[in-house]
């Protein structure tokens, strides 16, 4: 299974990031610009979570779309972020249809944050709607960055720098399958006894010197972050129902264990967004039967494969997300703690 892509490798997502960095500052926000009718779901796992929107994408409520995702730090302050995403999605007549002019609408914006207030130096200096209006503004379908961008800028993952990974894979039927995560983690993506990460990404990391071993468990040992959280999408092509979805998102967390340990404490607002665009369909008319398996079944076989393929997408994005963070003036990078798993890279 290839995990080297991106999430925007699922037609129609596009990705955006605004930050700021320096003068107090250091957090930023990253939205999610899904395509016309796309269908959500989320599961909430952390014991402190904050969200917008969440109730709203449970199976039982009535609407099944969702028009963008923001992700975004300042804690539940950066909420406000997901207002200016609203506002741009607004001024070009986006959104659920509330009356019978072309501007009439409301967007729908999920959220979840992360906390990093006061990483910067400054604890008032947090996203905002002018955050949320640049990162859907900057919105591409180009391969977006991994790294400590948009809503990684400020995060902190076991005492080293955290940020944004993404990842994709396409499956035998075709079906895309992809991830994004925001590793802000109380847990660690690094195991402190190899010096490696828990679970691959999308680089090939060389085997650390004893130096540097030691050097990324001592560190990981003496880190206590006491505020912490990973947030993150899972989307695809293939045809979910909004319950679908739902489990998508769970299984999702399965992903997230495998690349953090510990997960999921009192204190962590771990929270997924699971999306379908409905490209590709996985029941009967798909015609995706195997040797007269019936296209009930093989519509089961096919969803369970997104679910897994979900999950390895979303562990090898938090893993990107730290291979790939450069320190921007908090917590050093792990590549400056384990510069000999990166010998002979460019």
């Known amino acids: 299974m290839g995990l080297t ?60 779309t969702a028009h963008a995702i923001c992700l975004t730090g300042g804690s539940a302050y950066g909420l406000a ?54 990162a859907a503004a900057a919105a591409r379908a180009t391969p977006s960055p991994n790294g400590a961008v948009g809503a990684g800028t400020g995060a902190v993952s076991r005492g080293l720098q955290g940020g944004v990974g993404t990842a994709s894979t396409v499956l035998p039927n ?9 590793v802000n983690s109380a847990g660690s993506v690094i195991d402190p006894q190899t010096g490696l990460p828990w679970m691959p990404g999308s680089l090939v990391l060389r085997r650390p010197s004893a130096a540097d071993r030691a050097a990324v468990r001592d560190h990981l040992s003496a880190a206590t972050p006491p505020l912490n959280t990973t947030i993150g999408v899972v989307a695809t092509t293939a045809a979910l129902s909004k319950a679908e ?35 590709d369909d996985l029941g009967p008319a798909a015609d995706l039967s195997v040797d007269g398996e019936p296209p009930a079944r093989t519509r089961i076989r096919w969803t369970n494969a997104v679910l897994e393929a979900g999950a390895e997408c979303f562990a090898a994005a938090c893993t990107n997300a730290i291979s790939h963070a450069v320190a921007n003036g908090g917590a050093p990078a792990y590549r400056d703690l384990c510069p000999s798993a990166f010998a002979g890279m460019v």
């Open 5 to 64: 892509g991106c999430i925007t490798d699922v037609p129609g997502v596009r990705v955006g990031h605004a930050q700021r960095v320096g003068r107090g500052w250091r957090t930023g926000t990253t939205a999610i610009l899904l395509p016309p009718d796309a269908v959500c779901g989320v599961e909430v796992r952390g014991g402190g979570p904050g969200t917008r929107e969440t109730d709203l994408l449970h199976p039982t409520a009535t609407l099944q």
């Open 245 to 279: 979805c739902t489990r998508f998102a769970a299984v999702a967390h399965d992903g997230l264990a495998r690349a953090i340990r510990p997960v999921h404490s009192m204190l962590d607002g771990d929270s997924i967004f699971g999306v379908s665009t409905g490209r």
């Open 174 to 182: 075709g079906v895309v399958v992809a991830a994004l995560a925001v």
């Open 81 to 134: 972020a997901a207002g200016g995403v609203m506002a741009h999605l607004e001024a070009r007549g986006i959104g659920f249809k509330v009356g019978p002019e072309p501007g009439e609408v409301v967007p729908i914006v999920p959220a979840a944050v992360i906390f990093d207030l006061g990483r910067g130096g400054t604890f008032g200096n947090r996203p905002d709607e002018a955050f949320g209006r640049r």
